[in-house]
C-alpha cells in the first residue's frame, strides 16, 4: 500500500509538471470508473461525463495539492462526488423554483455493466432512485468503491457517524424497494433527524 502511494505520489509530480504520458495513466486508470460512479449519482450519461470533464480539469488545475495521502484514485473520486452532489443542489433549487410540487420527472436509464437482464437493471434503477443523493453516495462508495465511514465523511462533508446513518438507511431501503415494498423517497434531512 506504502508504494502504491509512493508511486502516486510520483505519477501526480509528473503530470503537474507537464508529462502528458503521466496525465494520460491518470486519466486511463480511472476515467471508466469515475464515469460509472457519476452515471449512478446523476442518473444520466450525458450530465455525467459534463462533470467527468469537470473533474478532470479541476484535479489537472490541483494536482499540485495531491499530498498522496490516499490513493490518487480516491482524490479524484472525491473531486466527481463533490462535483455531482453540487450539480443535484443546482438542479434541485432550478426545479424548487421552476417546478410545482405535484410534477413528477422521470429518471433516465443507467447503463450497468453489473446487472445481466434489463428487468435488474429497471429494478435496481427504480431503487436507488429511491434513495436520497447522500445515501446513494454512501452505498456507492462504501460498497463499490470500498472507501471507510471516514473517507466518506471527508467527500459528503459530514460527521463520520452521519456517513454511517447514510449508508445503512441506503441499505434497509434498497433491500426493501428490491422487495417490492413501500420505499419512501428519503428527505435530506438534518444529522441525526430521522426521514
Known sequence: MMQDLQSDRELARQAAQGDEKAWRRIYEETCDRLFALLC???????????????????????????RGEAPLGAWLRTIAM???LDWKRHVLRRLMRTAPLTETIAAPEVDSSEVRFDSERRALDEAMAHLSAPQRAALLLREWEGWSFREIAGALHC???TARVHHTRARKR???ALKGGPAPVAAEG???QPT
Open 40 to 66: 449512478y449519482q446523476v442518473r444520466d450519461r450525458d450530465t455525467a461525463r459534463d462533470l467527468l470533464q469537470e473533474t478532470y480539469i479541476q484535479a489537472f488545475r490541483h494536482l499540485h495539492h495531491y
Open 82 to 84: 463533490r462535483k455531482s
Open 159 to 161: 460527521k463520520e457517524s
Open 174 to 176: 434498497l433491500a426493501l
Open 190 to 192: 438534518l444529522e441525526g
